[in-house]
């Protein structure tokens, strides 16, 4: 059996892959079942060090890596070298600050010494996603191995060279072989790993239904897990915005990643006083990205990262519109050669309950308005859906802004005037249907350890 990578640009190979057989994979997790207590035994100062010199290695080579990304995935050649900048910012991050979040924690009570000691799980398997093939991994890793756990991943079948990049980059920094290592297998051997007794957690990022069949297994099996799924994230625009500001912000994270991220701004729920002068801002910023080839400078959009994802997009733009919605922008699919998976920029207006926009997550460039008459109905179609991931509004009342974030939104995060974003020094993570569990921060570290009580009479 092997893994194939495609281009989405045109539809070529790039590179077959083998996959590695049950037996290979029974190693892999036997390997770092054996080096787990050593390197559990190694000192913060040398795992500080270790992740220091793998932001180090990240940076030397981000221009091959956002290359790769390119080629495997579609990603613009910048938001490549911005995902690459990123993970080296974790690492250091991590560095930083792993051995304060991890420090004992005393706890007066009757006893002579009591304490809280936060000890390392043991092998921690990473089910990882092609959108940002490197920043969701590395959110994992750098908090997972600076806490003294091993990690495995199991990444997307569409870029299993950035899976072996990741690999290689730890390697050349100096970490143990066995410590971290990659999985080169289909879904149902990743099952088979998360069953293994030596394997003690999962994490996930990834769709809903992937989420839940893989919280399924875990909780069958008394496993920790975090997931990370989908969303729909709402961005409210109220009648005191500053329109041009909102209307730019709402394009970038509408767009990012060529609109293929779980925290991309997804609907806009608009006032009523603003709707007309927003919408139209809205659509001249959108319309202004340019859709090309990702190792093209100044290309801002790349291909969606399949053929197929790129279908049934266009599919659910078709049944939005057959239900009543209108196509403002876009909504076809873009003439180029060969066989690729392009999506230009796109905006749905006039989306109401029951449509698959108001619903669903939409996982590329479309952009779904909503009408709202009032601050009170945009908060109310903003919480109604299954999702709760990111949020955001936007409004000069800063005071207002912050309460209806603080208090009325139901999600993860929730940002005012400003685009959703995951940083390495803030919890991240969703409700609901977009998961539970954090990643990053303090919360982050804390996902993957025993959280244990020490208790001296």
């Known amino acids: 059996m092997s893994i194939t990578s495609i281009n989405p640009v045109n539809g070529s190979i790039i590179k077959s892959y083998t996959a590695d057989s049950e037996e290979a ?49 579609g990603k613009p050649l910048q938001g490549g070298l911005d995902e690459i900048e990123k993970c080296a ?9 792993g051995a304060t979040h991890l420090a004992d924690q005393l706890i007066e009570t009757e006893a002579s010494k009591s304490y809280v000691s936060f000890q390392p799980l043991g092998i921690v398997l990473a089910i990882m996603p092609w959108n940002f093939p490197f920043w969701q991994v590395f959110r994992f890793l750098a908090p997972g191995l600076m806490a003294g756990n091993c990690g495995l991943l199991k ?50 990022t990834g769709s809903t239904a992937a989420g839940m069949q893989v919280a399924k297994q875990a909780a069958g099996l008394l496993k920790k897990s975090v997931l990370e799924l989908g969303g729909s994230d709402p961005y409210l625009i109220l009648d005191d915005a500053d329109l041009e500001s909102a209307a730019e912000i709402c394009a970038q994270s509408r767009l990012i990643n060529n609109g293929q991220s779980c925290i991309a701004a997804k609907r ?5 006083g603003v709707e007309a002068e927003f919408t139209a801002l809205f ?38 519109i057959k239900k009543g919605a209108k196509c403002i922008l876009g909504g076809v699919i873009p003439d180029f050669d060969g066989d690729h998976a392009f999506y230009g920029p796109t905006i749905l207006s006039g989306v109401k309950k ?104």
């Open 354 to 457: 029951g449509m698959p926009a108001y619903d669903q997550e939409i996982f590329g460039p479309v952009a779904t308005i909503i009408s709202a008459k009032n601050t009170a109905e945009a908060i109310f179609i903003a919480n109604d859906t299954s999702f709760g991931l990111g949020s955001a509004v936007f409004t000069t009342n800063i005071a207002e802004g912050e309460r209806i974030a603080r208090t009325a939104l139901q999600a993860g995060s929730a940002f005012v005037n400003a685009m959703v974003k995951s940083d390495p020094r803030l919890p991240f993570g969703g409700i609901n249907q977009s998961g539970y569990g954090r990643e990053l921060g303090l919360y982050g570290i804390h996902e993957f350890v025993n959280i244990k009580t020490v208790y001296i009479k």
């Open 25 to 73: 994979v029974l190693t892999k997790i036997e390997s770092a079942n054996a080096v787990w207590p050593s390197w559990s035994a190694v000192s913060f100062k040398e795992k500080e060090a270790l992740l220091k010199h793998t932001a180090v290695i990240l940076r030397k080579g981000k221009n091959e890596l956002a290359h790769l990304m390119a080629l495997e995935m």
């Open 283 to 320: 659509t001249e910023k959108m319309a202004s990205r340019v859709t090309g080839d990702p190792l093209t400078q100044g290309t801002d959009l790349g291909p969606i990262a399949r053929a197929n994802l790129r279908d049934e997009l266009h599919q659910q733009v078709m049944d939005n």
């Open 268 to 272: 806009f729920i608009v006032t009523a």
């Open 155 to 204: 990444h997307a079948s569409n870029v299993p060279g950035c899976a072996l990049a990741i690999e290689k980059v730890l390697l050349d920094a100096g970490f143990p072989e066995h410590v971290f290592q990659t999985l080169m297998v289909d879904s149902k051997i990743a099952q088979k790993v998360i069953a293994h007794p030596l394997v003690k957690a999962v994490t996930l």
């Open 89 to 97: 910012t974790v690492c250091e991050y991590y560095a930083a600050s």
